[in-house]
């Protein structure tokens, strides 16, 4: 039976994303009933089950300081400060969104000790994935990018799963593949064989124009192998850039390596072929940001001056897709938790993992996850 957490304590109540007009509150346990959220001139109520959640909060003021307060049918309203940021400068053009390692056809979370799941109708993995898109698509994406891992192992039937996910979605996608996708294993099948059973048109770089912004996506993969390169790619993702008339959104699967050995699992891109891609793509088109997945966990730095996004996966913890505003003078990032009850309930879960050191590991920082950027 769920134990539910005493009234006046919130368990791990927390703003887990902050956008120039909107707040996501989530939670691992709030009492059970109706719950009460109000920021500025918006609220709604929740009806609890005792377990994890999350809502979203609209309509809200940017550039303010604010306070979310929560309030439970019965007990004290706890209040959760947030300062919304100012959107970056000019006219809202466009949104998109992303998601990466689906890993459909997975059944377990960890590293030594695995979590599993039991007797579900729908795999976890999946579950995770069509919330994502539903919940990314409702937020006002028209354009979905998934950005690799798309399948566990690359078996016939997981590519399937794959073809049956984007035919769900109600706007265009652009896909890339990752590691996962490159290496059969378990009676995984050649990955173009796959993509090609299951009707997936690939291309290793690939591109879309939407208004204020050129989105590319390219495939950082080494068949059999787990690290990452740019070398195939650069040439034309620094035609892409170059030829655009305005900013540029890259995704990819891998993330850059900070030093020359990796300091950290899984391993990525090494230096002496990441640093060079990246200031190579900079001098192609200084206005421009990166977002990769691989390492299923959120940050943000910038390398070789180049603005650099990593966003964890929709279905281990935190379980997220990431939303993009773009602006005439700018881009605005949000990361969001996949809030639909039957995804949460698993990705919740899997803050265990690693014997608890992965629910502080993969989350990031708030101002890592949520973020303007103005163009240069
Ligand atoms: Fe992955
Ligand atoms: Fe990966």
Redesign the pocket.
Known sequence: MRRHPPISIPRNLEAFAVEPDAAQVAWRGLPSGPIEFSCADTSLTFQSDGGPGAVSLDHLPPNSKLTIRVTPSSGSTHELPITTPAPPPGERLARFATM????LGSTKFGLVKKLREKNAEIPHPMRCAVAAGNEAQAWGAEQLILK??LTHHTRADEWPQLEELVRGFQVPYLFTL???DRQPKKKGIDTDKGLANAGLDFSPVDSIDLPGIRIVVADTTIPTKGHGQTSKITDEVVGLLSSSDTPVFLGI?HHFEQFVLPWFW?PGIPTWEGLPFLKAIRAANHRLMVSC????RNRAYTRKGVLISEVA?PKDFPGVWAGYTVYEGGIAQTVRRVATPSAIAWTDNTRKAVGGIWSMWAPGYLDQRCFSHPWE
């Open positions: 990466s390692d689906l890993h690799g891992d990752g590691n996962h699967h899984p997945g691989h390492t299923h996966s």
